[in-house]
């Protein structure tokens, strides 16, 4: 779900070729498979890589690559350490959008498309909640046709209801999420493992 999120993001850098890997190996893999790519954006944990060894990795086989390292708890420590191993920048995965946006496109000397001139909306009480919020399990079904990309009025007759209750659904997943965005409840979401309770 992150990278769902991720890919949402990315697209106010306008026309980019976005490559995705879910392994460490599989990152390595495709930065040695195309010489020319700009930029890695990497979660600090990754399945075969659980305490960053991806970022030692990619600094041995592309040391001049920019690597934005993103990571769901940040300290000094993790900072200090990620720099040191290579990353050019290090961002929480709470990071507003336009943030995100404006780190990548001064790595890469890109001109990001922000959808807005005015400033990301100030972070709410709940955005850096320490305890996981509560959605129903309507709202996480609908948290999930979200990430996917489905508008208000495609995920309504997919589920049988009016433009304005899922309308009403995505207010309250917004503020039990603590975001102001698609693009944000996508990335928390991811943060927290939201997914809908199996049958």
Same mark, same amino acid.
């Given at each position: 779900m992150l990278r769902q999120g991720l890919r949402q993001v990315l697209k106010g850098l306008g026309d980019v070729t976005?490559?995705?890997?879910?392994?460490?190996?599989?990152?390595?893999?495709?930065?040695q498979q195309h010489d020319d790519?700009?930029?890695?954006?990497?979660?600090?944990?990754?399945?075969?890589?659980?305490?960053?060894?991806?970022?030692?990795?990619? +600094?041995?086989q592309r040391p001049q690559l920019? %690597?934005?390292?993103?990571?769901?708890?940040? =300290? $000094?420590? @993790?900072? #200090?350490? +990620?720099?040191?191993?290579?990353?050019?920048? %290090?961002?929480?995965?709470?990071?507003?959008? =336009? $943030?995100? @946006?404006? #780190?990548? +496109?001064q790595l890469v000397g890109a001109q990001p498309s922000l959808t807005s001139s005015k400033p990301p909306k100030p972070t709410t009480p709940n955005y850096h909640r320490k305890t996981m919020p509560h959605l129903t399990r309507r709202q996480l079904e609908v948290l999930d046709w979200v990430i996917q990309g489905k508008t208000n009025k495609e995920i309504a007759k997919l589920i049988g209801v009016s433009?304005?209750?899922?309308?009403?659904?995505?207010?309250?997943?917004?503020?039990?999420?603590?975001?102001?965005?698609?693009?944000?409840?996508?990335?928390?979401?991811?943060?927290?493992?939201?997914?809908?309770p199996k049958t």
């Open positions: 976005l490559l995705e890997a879910a392994t460490c190996t599989r990152c390595l893999e495709v930065a790519v700009d930029l890695v954006i990497l979660d600090y944990v990754l399945p075969d890589a659980p305490n960053g060894e991806a970022l030692d990795q990619l +600094a041995m920019p %690597v934005v390292v993103l990571s769901g708890y940040l =300290n $000094e420590p @993790l900072l #200090t350490t +990620a720099k040191v191993r290579g990353a050019a920048a %290090v961002l929480s995965k709470n990071t507003f959008s =336009n $943030e995100l @946006l404006t #780190t990548i +496109a433009d304005e209750t899922i309308k009403n659904h995505i207010s309250a997943i917004f503020k039990s999420l603590g975001v102001s965005s698609r693009t944000e409840a996508a990335i928390q979401a991811s943060y927290w493992g939201l997914v809908l």
